[in-house]
């Protein structure tokens, strides 16, 4: 059974930082690329930055590239969003995805998502 377990959201003031966590389990972690999307109130969900299964290379939109850093413990089956400078604009539901794409099928998993809120 596949689960994508996110933690670390919370209320927080501007210019503030916070740190999420995501647990994955049921399938092959370090095959996958991981990502993290928000979504805030009324709008679409949107990609915060995405690292690679293998090398871990890195994007990031240009809303929170040089704020924000995702990375990834293979070992821990886990990945991480450290976000910097927070801004009342970063507000929103945080979901870690996990992505894979073979010849024969697009694997596209997505956790429950975590509430993260910067206001003062």
């Known amino acids: 059974q596949v689960q994508l377990v996110e933690s670390g959201g919370g209320l927080v003031q501007p210019g503030g930082s916070l740190s999420l966590s995501c647990a994955a389990s049921?399938?092959?972690?370090?095959?996958?690329?991981m990502s993290w999307y928000r979504q805030a109130p009324g709008k679409e969900r949107e990609l915060v930055a995405r690292?690679?299964?293998?090398?871990?290379?890195?994007k990031y939109a240009d809303s929170w590239r040089g704020r924000f850093t995702i990375s990834r413990d293979d070992a821990k089956n886990t990945v991480y969003l450290q976000m910097n400078s927070l801004k009342p604009n970063d507000t929103g539901v945080y979901y870690c995805?996990?992505?894979?794409?073979?010849?024969?099928?697009?694997?596209?998993?997505w956790g429950q998502g975590t509430q993260v809120t910067v206001s003062s």
């Open positions: 690292i690679t299964s293998g090398s871990g290379v890195t």
């Open positions: 995805n996990a992505g894979r794409l073979t010849t024969t099928r697009n694997y596209d998993y």
């Open positions: 049921g399938f092959v972690f370090s095959l996958y690329a």
